[in-house]
Every structure is written in C-alpha cells, then in structure tokens.
C-alpha cells in the first residue's frame, strides 16, 4: 500500500515543530493543528493548512501524528468535543510520538483498533537538536506491516527505528531509555555540585570524560554547556522528565520492583518542579542542589 497523501500534525511544541518541518521538507503534504494558534504561522506561511479544532484536521488528513505533552493533552485532543477521533474513519491511521503512560497508550490502541483505524505507538528518543537533524530514534510498539507501511514517514524525522513489539512497547522501551538520561543527568548535576564544593573546576570533569573512551558520551557534550554555564533554555523541559519519572516508578511498582536510584531522582526533579523550575532543561536539577536543603 502506498504512502497516505496528506498527514495532520497535532503539537508544535519544542519536538513536534521540528518533526513536522521535517516532513513538510521531505514532500510530504502536511497540516497542523496546535493549541496556541501563534506557532502555526510559519506553517501558514509555507504552505501548509492549519485546522482550527484537532477534528477538522482529522476530517481533512488520512494520517494523524501526535506530539503533545502527557496523557491529559492526548485526552484534550483526541477526545474532547472537537477532538480527532470524533473524526476518524475505518483506514485511517493515529501515530502517537509523544511520551504517555503505557496504559494511556494500550487505552488509545483500542479505541483506534475499535474504529478500524491503525495505530502506531512511536515515542522517540533524542532532543531538540536530533529532531532538527531528522535524527531521532523511534521507538515503535506496532504490527509489523503497518510499521513498515509507515516507515517513510518515520523516516522523515528519525534516523532509525526500533521495533520493540506491539503497543503499548515502544513507550515501554522508551521509559527503560529515559531511565537512564534521567540519572545520567543527575549524575553529571552532582559531580559538579560536587566538584565545586571541593574548589574543583567542573570543566575538568568534563575534559577527564572526554579523554576516557570509555566516559566520553555523546549526552555529556550535549549538556556541558548547560551544567557549566548554569544556563537551562529547554531542549527536554524538567516537567516531561518529571511525567516520565513517574510513570516509571509505576509501572515498576505495579511489578513490585524497586527503583530505588530512579525514586531519588525523581525527588529532586520534584523539588527543582516546585522551585518553579518546570519549564527550563531537566540540568536545571543543578540549581537544586545548591539550594538548602
Ligand atoms: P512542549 O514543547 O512542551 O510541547 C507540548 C505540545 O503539546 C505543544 O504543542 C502544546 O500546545 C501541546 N499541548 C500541551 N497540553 C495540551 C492540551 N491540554 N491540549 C492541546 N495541546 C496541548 O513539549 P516537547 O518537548 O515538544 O515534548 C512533546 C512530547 O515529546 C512530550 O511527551 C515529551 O515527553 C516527549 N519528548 C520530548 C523530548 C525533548 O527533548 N523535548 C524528547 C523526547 C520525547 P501549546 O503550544 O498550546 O502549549
């Protein structure tokens, strides 16, 4: 089957707008709908049709893609009066790439699979910049043919995909990798809390990892800046790592396992949350563990 014709993108925030420039530069015919209506001008302004309600968009696109916060905005725009699936028909396709829960994504799995349309389960795993390169890697929890129906359009915004099974396994794996950034994260914010209040220069933290092959880890590089300016502007805001700390937490508890490193981690990024810091870059924990405690 070929590629649908005309894909309706929903969440133009820091990831969905990059992605779905992405696909607009890849020829696909893209539409858009988000929620503050400003960050659709430039799409307007190439071209692109912009959709007043998510169910407009879903009635005029065979493909919906969303790239929206949490559950509670998938639940805004799928389901709410004006929401797209209000709109959907038997052969149309939802491919979800936002970060849920895994049972808010096997929730949205069978309300599509009861429609008749596809779902695909498709968080990713890379930043700001990797979605700007259409490098990110793609998680994806679906039926293998309609994964590979879907490919080009992946393909448009990621460098690779990932089959990890069916729904709700892509976001699964997905909590499993953003385990690790979460403490990688935090391990870098302590070593330079640490550092510091030994009258070391944290740079030197870096330049040791660098020259350690086994250290030197793309992620470092990518928050260096950050950790040692004491700057935050948002590549991955500490609020989503928040939502998805959680949602790991969960997912454990309900195996009885224990997460203990990932249950302190979570504490801090609630602690730097309600500082106020929710909006800037997850590094920002930094500023936390400067504060008294
Ligand atoms: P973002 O910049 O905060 O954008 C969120 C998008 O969701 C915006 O378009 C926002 O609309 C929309 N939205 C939020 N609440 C809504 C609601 N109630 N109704 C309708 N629309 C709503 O987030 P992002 O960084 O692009 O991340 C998007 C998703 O990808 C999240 O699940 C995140 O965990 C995941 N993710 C992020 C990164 C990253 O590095 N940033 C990496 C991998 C995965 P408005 O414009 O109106 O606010």
């Known amino acids: 089957m070929s590629v649908p014709p005309r894909i309706g993108f929903i969440g133009l925030g820091i990831m969905g707008r990059a992605m779905a420039l992405n696909l607009h ?3 696909f015919q893209v539409a858009v709908y988000n929620r503050t209506r400003a960050r659709t001008t430039e799409f307007a302004d190439l071209g692109c049709e912009v959709a007043s309600t998510p169910r407009a968009l879903a009635k005029m696109c065979d493909t919906i893609i969303t790239m ?4 509670a905005a998938i639940g805004e725009v799928m389901d709410g009066p004006e929401g797209a699936a209000s709109a959907f028909q038997g052969g149309n396709a939802l491919i979800n790439m936002s970060t849920l829960s895994p049972d808010c994504t096997s929730e949205l799995a069978k309300k599509c699979y009861a429609a008749g349309v596809v779902f695909l389960d498709c968080p990713v795993s ?10 990110l890697v793609i998680l994806a929890g679906a039926e293998k043919p309609a994964l590979e129906r879907y490919t080009p359009v992946l393909k448009a915004m990621g460098k690779e995909i990932v089959h990890a099974g069916l729904p ?32 070391i220069d944290p740079a030197l933290i870096f330049e040791t990892l660098a020259h350690n092959p086994a250290l030197n880890c793309g992620y470092f590089s990518l928050k260096k800046d950050n ?5 935050f502007p948002a590549a991955f805001p500490l609020r989503h790592m928040l939502k998805d700390a959680r949602f790991m937490l969960a997912e454990a508890a ?7 490193v990932t249950a302190a981690v979570e504490r801090l990024m609630t602690k730097s949350y309600n500082s106020g810091y929710g909006d800037k870059d997850l590094s920002v924990v930094l500023d936390t563990l400067a504060e008294p405690l």
């Open 168 to 199: 709700p396994a892509g976001t699964a794996l997905k909590l499993c990798v953003n385990l690790i950034v979460a403490q990688l994260t935090t391990a870098l914010a302590e070593s330079a809390a640490l550092a510091q209040a030994q009258g």
């Open 68 to 71: 929206v916060s949490d559950p």
């Open 227 to 231: 950790i040692l300016k004491r700057d």
């Open 254 to 260: 309900k195996r009885r396992l224990e997460l203990p």
């Open 25 to 27: 530069r890849a020829g």
């Open 126 to 135: 890379g930043s700001k910049a990797a979605a700007e390169k259409a490098q």
